[in-house]
Structures are given as C-alpha cells and as structure tokens.
C-alpha cells in the first residue's frame, strides 16, 4: 500500500486537473494522468483506479468542494458491510477505498440492463444499516446506487451525517414501481442519455418546488 499511496502523491495529484465550475453541478475533470482510469465524477470528487491496483479506488476531492472529512467520519461509523466500500487512508484532499464494481443504477437505465428486485432490497437494508450506526442517509439517487452481481452496492456516502430529511430514495423506489417495473416486465431497452438528463433536471426543479 505505501507504493500506492506514493503513486497516488507523486503521480496522481500532481498532474490531476479537476475544475469545480458551478455548486450545484458535478464537477469537471481536465486531465486524467495515464495510467490511471477515470471510474466516474459527482459533485464533490472523482474516483479513480491505477491499473496495477486494480482492487483499490481513490476518490480525489476538487478544489474548494468540502466533504473529506465527513466522509471519512461516515466509513470509520459504518465499519465493514458488503453494500459499502471501506475506507483504508484519508489524506488532505483523497480517500484511498476498496473499489467496488458494478454498474450504478442510472448506466443501468441508459445502457438497457435490469434492475434487479434483490439490489433494491439490498439498498433498503444497507440503508437501515446505516441509521442504526448513527448516520443519517441523504442524496441516494441512482448515480450513487449500483448493481453488482445482481445485488445492490451504496457507492457514495459523503453527505450521511447531514440531519434533513432526504426523499431521494424513496422517490426512486416509486418510479421503480409504478413505471420501471411494469415498463421492464414488457422488456428492458436503452434510455437515451439525453432523455435521462431532462428526467434528472426536471426532478431537480420539482423537489425545489415541492421543498
């Protein structure tokens, strides 16, 4: 792990450009140093992997987005638990965690795979897990939620120690009822990213106006 670590200080950071252009969107990442692999981005960080330690995941957090330290605060309360990562070194502006793989919720969608009954019961046990360690559950939605071998993993849990309340969740769960399952009984298709996205947004503007 310390040749990591320094891999990740020498190689990784030095030469990784992430821009944080608006609070409220994701951020954009400029330059991804070879060999590391971009696995994705949120609002806070991306997380990437080195090809030659292929098990671990580290989560680089952009300039001027806070959160490290939650997060980490989040992985020590929760401990091991098969639906979350774990947490092996925080450094002042990474996290080094166990790479988890699979596909998140909203690639399931757009890409055509299913979602499977048993990964939404994972979530909801995971989720009651976690409430039980303390921890308050917000902004699950189906960029942070994945499938993996057919079960359901919890790949971002940065804002569990947040106190509001928080509907993302439950919201998904009735889309998933009432539209995905009888929509995916008939047969599962691809969704255009761009229809996704106008979903995304206009859900965005109806829990504003709901709140």
Not at 42 to 48: F, Q
Not at 54 to 59: F, H, Q, S
Not at 146 to 163: A, E, P, T, W
Not at 192 to 209: F, I, N, Q, S
């Amino acid at each position: 792990m310390e040749k990591l670590l320094e891999a990740i200080k020498e190689e990784l950071l030095k030469h990784l450009v992430l821009e944080s252009v608006q609070p409220e969107d994701p951020i954009k990442v400029r330059n991804v140093p070879g060999p590391w692999v971009l696995l994705g981005s949120g609002n806070y960080a991306a997380v990437l992997f080195h090809p030659d330690y292929e098990e671990y995941a580290v989560k680089v957090y952009a300039p001027g987005r806070p959160g490290l330290a939650e997060e980490a605060e989040v992985y020590r309360r929760l401990g091991a638990h098969p639906a979350y990562s774990v947490l092996y070194h925080a450094g002042p502006d990474f996290l080094l965690l166990k790479r988890l793989r699979g596909v998140t919720f909203y690639d399931c969608i757009k890409r055509g795979i299913s979602i499977t009954d048993q990964a939404i019961r994972d979530i909801d046990e995971a989720l009651k897990y976690a409430v039980s360690r303390g921890l308050h559950p917000h902004d699950v939605h189906a960029k942070n939620v994945m499938l993996g071998d057919g079960r359901g993993l919890i790949v971002d849990i940065s804002d569990f120690l947040k106190q509001e309340d928080c509907t993302m969740w439950d919201d998904f769960k009735k889309a998933y009822s009432r539209l995905y399952r009888p929509v995916a009984s008939l047969g599962v298709f691809p969704v255009p990213d761009t229809v996704l996205e106008a979903v995304r947004k206009g859900y965005r503007l109806w829990r504003r106006r709901r709140s």
